[in-house]
């Protein structure tokens, strides 16, 4: 697999060779400093994209086209990281030995349509098409409560991260100050007002004529805002609950992490997660599941952008007290880790580095996150750099631990239990 | 060992029975990475009535017994878990229980040998103690709980339950908290002895690998250990009517706006493979010129302001059954229910996008061949279902003809129908 690095009009443009994959796989990168009203407008204007354009302005249309296209696939995502909104458009399309000659190309410009040419009129994006979509993301934001493992990370986040981009969550009156017309204002900064950046993966003998066509008229621009949040670290651990109508309960735990080096933030902390709440052996998981058979589910998650970890339970409400009294002795106890313990996560990341060499999604996606920190090194020298992490970097590193926040959703079952208990 | 060769895209995949029964298939990977392995039995919920192995008497089992075993055989009689065995060495593991088939697998770059070895042993080597099946019982009420959170699914659910009378289809694979309260270790014996000799179960293997010493690694694992000789297993059968059980029941949960599911029911009559396959192309072909992404049913519907948000449709073939559903945040039901009968009953716009469907489906298939992960998938799902992989798979697809298609699903009587509204909870 070789890596090459060049640029097209100051766009910087990645190229992954590799003859492993039947497909050449195209991720472009629209980084932009995150706005609250992003949450909802940047989600909207990616599904509207995506769902038809001037070309094709139905639906139906369009998805004959990919489909006489040997569907290519052309997806959207769109995420925060730390203090940055990105938008990424990538394309899947098989090389023209499996389809016929010429399909690639025509596809790629398929793809240019979609994201560069959508179906508009007046200044406004389609009246029907913004309806739709609106209608989408309301119903979106209002049954958030139908997915309460994700709500519970959500109102953590906005307990823990208040005042900073980590509470930011989409709402109905950001989405109420939406017009058709306002949004597509936001599409063509979003266009012009972005850092720009192109990975391609694959093995193809017109890359040039790939990335031109992909990347002709565009212009990039530079932003040196901070990447990373921290934010305060409160001295109480402030816990919150609600209640739903939910059978089950869900238990949040927030940990923020003080002032870590650039070292702790890329090696020591993901060992440190991992030992934690990363997989089956990891501490949560024994203590809370294994041993005291309180959840299911049970894990910690390193957010590297917005310096912290959360960790997530789903248990019977009635064992609340006791689930969180335990979450915090477990994180108390991380001082004294085991060599066995670092081991093992160790690990762990060497392996999922390595995979991710396997995948044409996930091997981009991580040279552009590498990327994001200014980070050129090789997944190899990543590997070494983890496994040079010791002890003693883990001990000083829970120091600089804090739990800060606890929100709980709590179910039914702990009510009928209480009432049980009344009775 | 045998070669199957995937004709079209010269892929191959290696393929050998072992004495004692076990089907063991490895696709090679060059260049890549991971290495993975799926450890598998044909037992799912499906299979819970049958005449256990040396016994006489048919028997029934508590519901969800198929995955609450799948959870169990992760204990070991050493100190060390399962999981930490694997996590040791950089390795992920996992297992799933679905209604006809129970695998356990596990992923990872490095230490492949090790890894297949703790696999295998652990899923030969079952210990089940009164102590830890109950303890296991608290944990498997907390993962229903967590399914029941789910008001799509939970509608789902209700209308295979309202659907079926009485095949096994009717209930969820968990099973519910009071049977799963039921199951004892030795219900859990039994079972296993019954559906996990080798000669009901499959290894399927990738990795960037020699064949020849994947072969005789599992070999010699095998001839290490002694199996009874392999029976025939009897299961019930199931004399499934025509007829639903209820036309339709209102459900309360906690959902912000109401949701509708309607479920349609066939009794089909039993066909060879690849005939059997052909007709589940044509149902799923069928569905998705009607209502997939060429058609605007959907957006239809939400313009018109009789669905709120979002309406799919999906379908599920097992044994002699289908069944067919519809569901989304429905505003007016009437409407819709016509809307969908009227699509149902309308053959006269199907042969342009039929093509279209054809050349996707192919293109899919060419493109599960750049995720190995995928590979393995196709492989355990065809060998339980089939019991083989098919070679020609791609010819088969592209051969599919017009006439013949248009010809079976104007045959299909959609007239044994379940609606299931779910509201949000009363006060």
Known sequence: ?423 | MKTIKIKKLNEIIYHETLDNGLNIYFYKTPGFQKKMAYFQTKYGSLYNDFIPINASEMKSFPLGIAHFLEHKLFESNDNESVFQKFEKNGAGVNAATTYDKTYYYFFGADHFYENLEILINMVQNPYFTDENVEKEKGIIGQELDMYSNNPSQVLLQKLYYNAIVNHPLKYDVGGTKEEVNKITKEDLYECYNTFYHPSNMILVIMGDLDEHEVFEFVRKNQAEKHFEKSKEIKLKKYEEPEKVVKKEETIYHNVVSPKIGYAYKFILPKLDDKKSFLRESYIQLFLATKFGSTTEFTEDLIKKKLVKSYFYYDYVFKDNIAIIFFAGDILDDEAVNDLIEEKLHDFSDLKEVFELYKKAYLSSYVKMFEVPDSVLNHIRIYVNRYGYVFDDLYELVEGISYDEYLKYVQSLKFNQKTKVTVLGKEE
């Open chain 1, 1 to 423: 697999m070789k890596k090459i690095e060049t640029t097209y009009n100051d766009i910087p443009v990645t190229i992954i060779e590799t003859d492993k994959f039947k497909s050449v796989i195209g991720s472009l990168y629209f980084k932009t400093p995150i706005k609250k009203e992003m949450m909802v407008t940047r989600k909207m204007i990616m599904n509207l994209l995506l769902h038809t354009c001037k070309k094709y302005p139905q639906s139906k249309e369009l998805n004959k086209k990919m489909m006489d296209l040997y569907n290519p696939s052309i997806v959207a995502n769109t995420s925060r990281e730390g203090n940055y909104r990105i938008n990424r458009f990538a394309f899947r399309i098989l090389d023209d030995k499996y389809t016929k000659d010429g399909n690639m190309l025509e596809a790629i410009k398929l793809f240019r349509e979609i994201i560069f040419n959508p179906n508009v009129s007046d200044n406004a994006f389609d009246k029907d098409e913004f309806n739709l979509e609106y209608q989408a993301m309301k119903s979106e934001i209002e049954s958030k409560i139908e997915r309460p493992k994700n709500y519970a990370l959500e109102k953590l986040d906005c307990q823990m991260g208040e005042g900073t981009p980590i509470s930011y969550v989409a709402t109905i009156e950001d989405l109420n100050k939406i017009t058709s017309e306002s949004l597509y204002q936001d599409y063509l900064k979003m266009i012009k007002e972005s850092e720009i950046e192109l990975i391609l993966a694959g093995k193809t003998d017109n890359q040039d004529e790939i990335i031109r066509t992909v990347l002709d008229g565009l212009k990039t621009v530079k932003y040196d805002k901070e990447l990373i949040i921290s934010s305060d670290i409160k001295n109480e651990v402030q816990e919150e609950k609600e209640t739903y109508d939910g059978k089950q309960s869900i238990l949040t735990v927030g940990l923020k992490l003080g002032d870590i080096s650039d070292y702790e933030r890329s090696y020591v902390a993901p060992i440190y997660s991992g030992v934690l709440g990363g997989g089956a052996s990891s501490r949560l998981f024994s203590v809370i599941r294994e041993k005291n058979s309180l959840a299911y589910s049970c894990f910690s998650r390193y957010e590297k952008d917005d310096s912290v970890i959360v960790v997530s339970a789903g248990i019977d409400g009635k064992n609340y007290e006791k689930a969180l009294s335990l979450i915090k002795q477990i994180v108390s106890q991380m001082s004294e880790v085991k060599e066995e313990e670092i081991e093992r996560v160790k690990k762990e990341i060497t392996s999922s580095l390595k995979e991710s060499l396997d995948y044409l999604n996930s091997y981009p996606n991580y040279v552009y996150k590498a990327k994001l920190y200014n980070d050129t090194s090789d997944i190899y020298e990543k590997i070494k750099e983890v496994n040079k992490v010791t002890l003693k970097d883990i001990t000083n590193f829970s120091k600089k631990v804090f739990l800060t926040d606890s929100f709980l959703l709590e179910g039914e079952s702990s009510n009928e239990n209480n009432k049980d208990k009344e009775a």
